[in-house]
């Protein structure tokens, strides 16, 4: 089941002899519970897409179906209301708030609309993640990784459409980035998550099913692993 199309999606910044065109005609289908790997150089158009399909930006043209919305119909609010309920961002900057636990931390989405978790579904995804017993903790007395389980444990609780993470182990050193892309494809497998993960490090793209290539803007290759 398809979860996400773009069509001859075009970004373009600028004018006159300052344009920049970050994206020219991206193409893309994924379906639902596919982890995929969107990779290139810095400055390779990467980066911009990501922010495009979590509803940040807004395509100069083409158009961005995710779960059956058409992204360029939505409004400023409405956006932001989607991108909360339908989209988890994940940075390579943690992006916790520091005077909040771990808990409250995961659960803010669900506090911003005033709604319940589902306590089962919530234990599943911080046991997933191996932070259940850091749940009273502040950030700052978090490890990197346990700092990025959460952060990925808070764009998990809605259940969302997507899960987009942007370079989510840059910060982290070998050992703790290989846990956190084993947790990533362990959440895709229990949860039936959908998962694009934009990297610039070719093992950590080798770990997806799915390998897309970006360069100037361009998709230039589209692998299937498995």
Same mark, same amino acid.
């Given at each position: ?37 969107? /990779? ?70 669900? +506090? ?19 932070? +259940? ?23 998990? /609780?809605?259940?969302? +459409? ?48 799915? /390998? /897309? ?14």
């Amino acid at each position: 089941m398809e979860i996400l199309r773009c069509e001859g999606v075009k970004k373009v910044y600028g004018s006159g002899r300052n344009q920049v065109t970050a994206l020219n005609g991206i193409d893309l289908s994924v379906d639902k519970g596919e982890f995929v790997a969107v /990779i290139g150089a810095s400055g390779s158009g990467k980066s911009t897409l990501l922010h495009i399909l979590g509803s940040v930006d807004k395509p100069t043209e083409g158009k961005v179906m995710v779960d059956g919305t058409d992204l360029s119909r939505l409004n400023q609010t409405e956006a932001a209301i989607f991108r909360r309920r339908k989209v988890g961002l994940v940075y390579q900057f943690y992006n916790l708030i520091p005077t909040l636990t771990v808990r409250k931390n995961i659960l803010l989405p669900l +506090a911003l609309d005033k709604k319940k978790p589902n306590q089962e579904y919530f234990e599943n995804v911080v046991n997933s993640l191996g932070i +259940a017993k850091r749940l009273d903790a502040l950030p700052n007395q978090l490890s990197g990784g346990e700092q990025q389980r959460a952060a990925i444990a808070r764009s998990l /609780i809605y259940r969302p +459409a997507l899960l987009l993470a942007d370079e989510p182990t840059g910060n982290l050193d070998q050992k703790n980035s290989k846990e956190i892309i084993d947790m990533l494809k362990l959440a895709g497998r229990n949860l039936e998550q959908t998962i694009l993960l934009i990297t610039h490090d070719e093992k950590i793209a080798l770990e997806a099913e799915r /390998i /897309i290539t970006v360069e100037d803007g361009c998709i230039i290759r589209d692998e299937r692993r498995r």
